[in-house]
DNA sequence: CATGAATGAGCTTTCATTCAT
DNA sequence: AATGAATGAAAGCTCATTCAT
């Protein structure tokens, strides 16, 4: 039953879904709905709980606990891209209709993409704390600085989980594309531990 | 008129959004609506086609030209940043809201978006050029690993503009949003064209 | 101006009409229409007015005065469906617009047709009189017999200029049409005349 | 709920009449009249059709088949107006609002019409047999002498309809109504038969 | 005298939601 | 437990009508 409502939200959004549509499409009458999830409002935050844990469950099962830091970061990765290209439909849900329609949706997923963020950032202070460890002139990063990396981290992977899902058969694996962000964002972070990172250095 | 229209759409989502509300919203009666932009799709258009010419000034106007290539970047991603914080139902309006509604919006501001990953895949472009003067072994770049760069960067430019908007003030400026950016991603390239990329093979 | 509300009012009918059509229609302002006539109900009265004017001074014109009263009637059949031929806006709308759009419209079509019914009462009686001196066993009408065909002479002419107008050309001309319903009406007045009325004498 | 719509679109226009009318009309609320019949368009072209289904119904009923022809033609005519005498509402539908508005409704009562005028004009071409064997000289109708008899007799049966659904009661029963167009048509007929037609040339 | 600009009111249609069974 | 039947409320859109110029 939720499946419907998952399916129907993600494919014809919030408004359009009819609670018609979703009753029909799960094979059962519309006020056992009713009777179930007591509104089209609270069956759609159903749903993005059940799709947000679901995310998240998987992120954390992919991830390999006790292997260095990068390769974990990629582990989860991986899992994401994996999981978000195994249910499209939960993924739109997650980050295109909730954030469409105000405040109670958008807030369930940010709490998820929160947990995320934090843990992307963990990550990230432990290959620093690596890094130190054997390179001899590694500077500290502020606490900005790792944030900034893991939510530009966490926005490059949404967006490619999203080009993914547009239907295009044929785009990169999922751990290609978890190598392509590794790529970027890995190489930044050790410029940034040695120093080397880029700055507008030529203004004023 | 039109912006009665972008805030109400960007706040309330398109459906959700009623001609009466954002006639109100306008100070004008339904029916003058009605006169100017004959109905609620092209009032939407309407709103989405300005909106996005705005974004793509804006961010034209804010890159240097003639400077070099990261500088351009930089420059052309702090106009960016600085526009959507300024106008952040415009930037909801093309992110989130015109992406959820259908086919003919969609289109409108997949145009755009085409338009500006092609501005920064040339940057690159530049950049690597400018480079192979520079460093000595340094390796072409093909095609894809170009295109998938500009990909991941915008994107992950518009995470970041997702957050800026998401009202809670004291977030990063437009210009160190960008120079985030820049370490995210200047350093990815510079290691692809030394050959130094991340691999999960070179892991356990 | 009134020809535009005329051709209007007979094409779209009156609720589909609407004044924009008809001040276009007309090649003034719509405001000049409202000054000039002030409402639509207005207009439309003034159509209807015009038109029934019209249709009743064209059939007086026509009927030959001082001519037996068999030639009358068709003179004035002949006129009748030569105006309508020529004028099908004004004759829907009389007989097919304003019948529709309840009180007062109809009411002001109805005294037309009462008027036009009078006068074919008053010939018929003509003819019975000139009947009278002509044939011996000649029988004196009833009113409510007169009155009956005159009725019922009226409405067939109706119906046939409603065909007549319904854009197959090629149809009758006025004056055939005339011919036809004379073949029928006189010969049914001169049986009765004679008391060879049709009667359902079988029944008990 | 057909009888409601009936009602009002005879009474007010197919415009005129607005759902809630109807719905009120009927006892019933508005969305449930939609649940039955999808649109105002097709509630009006069901009342239509059900009208028309009952007024063919009545008229082949009232028929006293086996009868001389003339005999028929003026039970028939009987049914006729018995029955538009007592559903007034049902005939102003069918004669006046659905001729009103547009083609898909006209050609509705179009195709009705036609099947009693065919109807018709076989008993008149019955009579003129019945009349040859009687009578020595009677010529041989053409067949548009026969049809246009037809369509006279239907058109001014109409009319008489019409008349009488006017609000005025005390106007001929349907009996008489029958046998006053007898005398009108019938006659014409026999003359017709025996080259006694009137014609115009006959005077000065 | 004539009009561009503006609106109040109403119409058709849809949908989340609830009873009686 | 499950549903067929019914509705209150609202939304998009149109049009007769009026001022300020």
């Known amino acids: 039953m939720l499946d419907a409502g998952v399916r129907a939200f993600?494919?014809?959004?919030?408004?359009?879904?009819?609670?018609?549509?979703?009753?029909?499409?799960a094979g059962v009458s519309k006020p056992l709905v009713y009777l179930y999830l007591?509104?089209?409002e609270d069956l759609f935050t159903a749903c993005i709980r059940r799709e947000?844990?679901?995310?998240?469950?998987?992120?954390?099962?992919a991830v390999e606990r006790d292997a260095p830091a990068d390769r974990q970061l990629?582990?989860?990765?991986?899992?994401?891209?994996a999981h978000t290209a195994e249910h499209p439909d939960g993924w739109t849900l997650l980050h295109v209709q909730?954030?469409?329609?105000?405040?109670?949706?958008?807030?369930?997923v940010a709490a998820m993409r929160t947990e995320i963020v934090?843990?992307?950032?963990?990550?990230?202070?432990?290959a620093a704390r690596e890094h130190a460890r054997e390179a001899a002139r590694a500077r500290t990063l502020a606490g900005t600085e790792v944030s900034g990396l893991?939510?530009?981290?966490?926005?490059?992977?949404?967006?490619?989980?999203?080009?993914?899902?547009?239907?295009?058969?044929?785009?990169?694996s999922?751990?290609?594309?978890?190598?392509?962000?590794?790529n970027f964002a890995w190489a930044g972070l050790g410029n940034l531990l040695q120093g080397r990172g880029w700055a507008p250095e030529r203004i004023g």
């Open 10 to 25: 993600a494919r014809s959004g919030y408004r359009n879904a009819s609670m018609d549509d979703i009753a029909e499409l």
């Open 38 to 40: 007591n509104s089209k």
């Open 52 to 61: 947000a844990a679901a995310l998240v469950t998987a992120v954390r099962a």
């Open 74 to 81: 990629w582990s989860g990765l991986s899992g994401f891209f």
């Open 98 to 108: 909730a954030r469409t329609h105000g405040q109670p949706y958008a807030r369930e």
């Open 118 to 126: 934090e843990f992307v950032t963990q990550l990230i202070a432990a």
């Open 150 to 172: 893991a939510h530009a981290l966490v926005g490059a992977a949404e967006s490619l989980a999203d080009r993914a899902g547009d239907g295009r058969a044929g785009g990169p």
């Open 174 to 182: 999922a751990k290609e594309a978890a190598a392509t962000l590794m």
